[in-house]
C-alpha cells in the first residue's frame, strides 16, 4: 500500500492569545493535503480569521506548534509565505486602476511582465472585470471589489490558498464561478483553507469541514458525515391524489405512534408533512397503508438535512462564552 | 530580471501610491515658498545682515534643500498609513516579504524624494542666485545629511505611526510635528543673539537644525568640525529612530485600522 501523502498543512493544538488567558482559538489539530479544500465554520467571533491570520504568519501563535508546506509556522518566515496565496477578510486596494492593480501585484510578487499581463487578461475574464479594467477598485460595487480581492491573489503561484470569506456579497452567479474555478484549481493539486457563511457553498466546494465554535474545533468531517452526525431530523411530505376525508384521523393515529423522533409539521385535507430522524421505515409504513385504503400518492418527498441545519445543531448546543478559557 | 525583494516594494511605493497631482503638489509647495518668500522677503532684510549673507533667498535655498528630509518623511509617514488604512500592510506582510524589508523600502523611497526634491529647490533657485559654490566635500555633506535627515524623520513618523489605530490622530501628530519641526528649526530663520533663550533652546533641540546649519556652511563654502559633528549626531539619532521603527514593526498588528 502507497504510503499516506505528506499533509502540507498540520497543526498541533495550536492557540493564539491576545492577551495571558484570553484566547481567540487554541487547540487547533488541523491537517490538509494537497488537492485539498477545508472549510472552516464558525460564529462571528468563532476565532476563523484569527487562526487565518496566525496561519499566514501574520500572527505569532502562542502556542502549540504547525507545519505548513513543510515549514515550521514560526521559522518559515518569507519562504513559507512565498507559497501560500492569502485573500484577507479586510480589502485592500492600491490607488491604481483595476488591470495596473493584477499587474502590480504580480510583479510585487516576482511574476515577469509578460506573464502578469497574460494572467491579469484571464483573471479580467474569468472574474467578469473586462468592463472595469481602467477603473479605480474603489469605485467598483461591493462584489466587484471582492472578486478584484479574488482574481487580484491568483496572480501569483502557489501551493496553498487562504480564503476568508472570498464570496461575502457575491451574487449567486459570481459565487459558482469562482468556486468552480476553486474547485478546478484544488483539481490540480492547490490546497485551499476556505472560511464562509453561506454553509451551502461550503457543502458544496469543502473536501472536509471543520465546525469553531468559541476558539475549538467543535467537529470536522467531510459535509455528508457532518450532516449524519449533527443534523437531526429529515423532513417527509405526503401527498395524496384528493383529499383523505375519513381516513385523515387513523393516518394521523399512525404517524404519532411513530415514536418520540417524529414530529408533525402540517396536516392539509390531501397533504401530511413530519420530521423524523430515520423517516425510512415510516415512509415505507406510510406507503403501505396507501395502498390498503386505495389512497394513491401523488407525491412523497424526503428532504435531505442541509449542512446549515446540521450546523446549527451543532452551535446551538454551545453557550456563549470565551474561547476555550 | 528578478528585482529583490525590497525594490519591488519601493517601485510599487512609485507606482501606487503616488499620484502626478500629488507629486507637483508635494514638490511645487516648496519651490512655491523659495521662490514667493525670497522674493518678499529679500526687500526687508537688510542687505548688511551678516547672518543672511545679504541675499534672503540665499539664505532661505539650503534651509529648503535640508527642508526635503522632513517633507521625505512625511511620504513615508502617509504610504505607510494609506498602505495601513487600505489593508495593504496586511496583504504584503502575507507576501513573500520580511517587515524589514517593507521599512527599508518607504525608507528608500523617502531618500528618492528627499533628493529629487532638494534637486527641485536647486533649479527653482538657479535664475535667482546661481549654483552653490559646492565642494566635493561639501556635496558629499550636504547629500549625506538629506540621507540620514531622511532616514530620521521617516523613522520617526513611521514609529509613531506604528504605535496608533487611527488614520485621524496619526494626520494630526503629522501636521502638528511638522508645524514644530520646520518653525523651531533655522530652515527660514538664523538663530541670532536677539533670539529670545527659550526659543534658542528648542531650535538647538531640533535635529532639523544641524541638517540645515551644515547644508547651509556647505553652501557658502564654510564647512567646519561642527558640521561634521552635526552629521554624526544626525547618523546616530537616525539609527536610533530606524532601530525604533524597526522594534515598533516586529510587533505591528498589521490587521484593520480606523
Known sequence: MAPAPEPILETTDLGYAYRPGRFAFRHLNLTLHRGEILGLLGRNGAGKTTCVRVLTTLL????????????????????????????????????????????????????????????????????????????KPWALSG????????ARELMHDMDLLFLDEPTAGLDAVARQRILGYLKKRAQQGLGIIFTTHILHEA????????????????TEGTPEELKQRHGGARQVTVEFV???????????????????????????????????????????????????????????????VTLEEAFLGMVQKKPAGEAGS | ???????????????????????????????????????????????????????????????????????????????????????????????????????????????????????IMLLVALPFVGLP???????????ATIALGSVFFSGLLIAVGSRLRSANLYFTI???????VVFLSTVYYPVTSKTPRILAVLVYGNPLTYAVNAVRDAFAGNLGPQDLISLGVLGVLAMAIFGLAALGFRHLDPGPVQ
Open chain 1, 203 to 218: 457543502d458544496l466546494l469543502c473536501d472536509r469541514i471543520a465546525v469553531m465554535e468559541l476558539g475549538t474545533v467543535l
Open chain 1, 143 to 150: 462584489g466587484q471589489r471582492r472578486r478584484f480581492q479574488v
Open chain 2, 1 to 119: 530580471m528578478r528585482l529583490p525583494p525590497f525594490a519591488r516594494l519601493v517601485l510599487r511605493n512609485f507606482v501606487s501610491n503616488l499620484d502626478p497631482v500629488s507629486i507637483a503638489v508635494r514638490f511645487g509647495q516648496p519651490a512655491f515658498v523659495v521662490v514667493v518668500l525670497g522674493i518678499m522677503f529679500t526687500p526687508l532684510i537688510s542687505s548688511s545682515d551678516a547672518t543672511t549673507g545679504g541675499n534672503y533667498m540665499a539664505f532661505l535655498v539650503p534651509g529648503m534643500v535640508a527642508f526635503q528630509m522632513v517633507l521625505g518623511g512625511v511620504v513615508a509617514g502617509n504610504l505607510f498609513w494609506l498602505d495601513r488604512r487600505w489593508a495593504m500592510v496586511e496583504q504584503i506582510f502575507s507576501g513573500p516579504f520580511l517587515r524589514s524589508e517593507y521599512l527599508a523600502g518607504l525608507v528608500v523611497t523617502t531618500l528618492i524624494f528627499s533628493l529629487a526634491g532638494a534637486g
Open chain 2, 133 to 143: 559654490a559646492l565642494s566635493l566635500e561639501g556635496t558629499l555633506v550636504v547629500l
Open chain 2, 174 to 180: 503629522q501636521a502638528v510635528l511638522q508645524y514644530f
Open chain 1, 60 to 135: 505569532p501563535p502562542t502556542e502549540g506548534k504547525a507545519r505548513v508546506l513543510g515549514y515550521d509556522l514560526i521559522r518559515g518566515g518569507r519562504a513559507l509565505r512565498a507559497r501560500i496565496g492569502v485573500v484577507l477578510q479586510a480589502e485592500s486596494l492600491d490607488y491604481v486602476t483595476v488591470e495596473r492593480n493584477l499587474t502590480l501585484y504580480a510583479l510585487l510578487w516576482g511574476v515577469d511582465r509578460e506573464t502578469a499581463r497574460s494572467r491579469a487578461e484571464e483573471m479580467l475574464t474569468l472574474f467578469e472585470l473586462e468592463d472595469s479594467r481602467k477603473r
Open chain 1, 242 to 304: 384528493g383529499p383523505l376525508g375519513a381516513d385523515a384521523p387513523a393516518l394521523t393515529e399512525m404517524l404519532r405512534r411513530g415514536g418520540e423522533s417524529l414530529t408533525l409539521l402540517e396536516e392539509a385535507p390531501d397533504q401530511v408533512s413530519f420530521t423524523a430522524r430515520n423517516p425510512e421505515a415510516m415512509v415505507a409504513q406510510i406507503s403501505m397503508w396507501a395502498q390498503s385504503r386505495g389512497r394513491p400518492l401523488a407525491r412523497l418527498s424526503v428532504r435531505e
